[in-house]
């Protein structure tokens, strides 16, 4: 299993990135994918989740409305749009599969339940 994540960089207070992330070694249709991430000096923070099917998406409420979740399972490929970005949005941005274990919509903010994550891409943003 690997996950590589892309598409960081720096930018100003209000731009967008798009992240993306290629899985391997596993069908992503059969997992939840998630995006999370971990400012500096903090803990890691869940961000966002899709369901198997693509057809179910949550954001942790500090995102809503400017970050959108998707996938392409053709390409193997996650991604977060990420709009109107803010300095507290800065940190290292993980993709990460949960694991075959965990089930149920109402644990799957706990990054515990995730068994495999990308090496990162940074993002920083500037105000």
């Known amino acids: 299993v690997q996950l590589v994540e892309s598409g960081g960089g720096m930018v100003q207070s209000g731009g967008s990135l798009r992240l993306s992330c290629v899985a391997s070694g596993f069908t992503l249709s059969h997992y939840d994918m998630a995006w999370v991430r971990q400012g500096p000096g903090k803990g890691p923070e869940w961000v966002s989740a899709?369901?198997?099917?693509?057809?179910?998406?949550l954001y942790a409420e500090s995102v809503e409305g400017r970050f959108t979740i998707s996938k392409d399972d053709a390409k193997d490929t996650l991604y977060l749009q990420m709009n109107d970005l803010r300095p507290e949005d800065t940190a290292l941005y993980y993709c990460a599969r949960r694991a075959a274990w965990a089930a149920g919509v109402e644990t799957i903010r706990r990054v515990y339940e995730y068994d495999f994550w990308g090496q990162g891409t940074q993002v920083t943003v500037s105000s």
């Open positions: 899709i369901s198997p099917s693509g057809g179910a998406t």
